[in-house]
């Protein structure tokens, strides 16, 4: 028997973990090379969706969809007006973390599903709490984990997670990079 498949286009291990919870069937890992920019006037909170869906029309021209969906997605953290995307080096890493010592940022995240010749797209927002992050906590969480490859240069699931999140408002896998419960809706409402 035929069986459709999901077309990841994302290289996050993480998005990859997540799908596979909640969708047994085969996904395939493509990764789009664009360059990930957006219009200076775009808003904050819209540059995910804008991204996600850059990347899904950018893959949406290489794979052959035909039967299968392409998800693409995009996110970041926003804290007092700030973008913070993924650090480039260790210095901007430990950086981000201080700036959101004792705050509440944002993770912003946008999904797009192409199937049919339809675009569903997904926006949802996690509010995160930190509590206070010491110097040698920060310090020992980006030598052991190596957070270059998360925006915000935090993971949740991760020990500077663990021990520095107080609280969060809104869907905890959306911080880890996929709103989960907000894609099955829409696997299921697509009957896949």
């Known amino acids: 028997m035929f069986e459709r498949k999901i077309i990841l286009g994302s290289g996050s291990p993480r998005r990859k973990e997540i799908l596979s919870s909640i969708w047994e069937g085969e996904i395939q890992v493509i990764k789009s090379e ?6 200076d006037d775009l808003a904050l909170e819209k540059i995910p969706i804008y991204l996600a869906k850059l990347k899904g029309e950018d893959l949406k021209a290489r794979v052959n969809l035909i039967d299968d969906i392409l ?5 970041i953290v926003l804290c007092e ?34 199937y049919n010749n339809q675009v569903i797209e ?18 020992y969480y980006i030598e052991k984990y190596q957070p270059l490859d998360k925006a915000g240069s935090y ?33 299921k409402k697509l009957d896949f």
């Open 34 to 39: 664009i360059e990930e920019v957006y219009p």
């Open 71 to 75: 998800i693409t997605a995009d996110t």
């Open 81 to 114: 007006g700030r973008v913070l995307g993924k650090p480039i080096e260790v210095e901007e890493a430990k950086a981000m973390l201080k700036f959101l010592s004792n705050k509440v940022h944002q993770v912003h995240t946008g999904v797009a599903i192409y």
């Open 122 to 139: 997904i926006e949802e927002k996690t509010d995160v709490h930190f509590g206070n992050l010491d110097i040698e906590a920060i310090d």
């Open 155 to 187: 993971g949740i699931q991760e020990f500077i997670g663990m021990i520095g999140i107080k609280k969060i408002d809104g869907c905890f896998y959306n911080v880890m990079g996929l709103p989960a419960s907000k894609v099955w809706e829409e696997l």
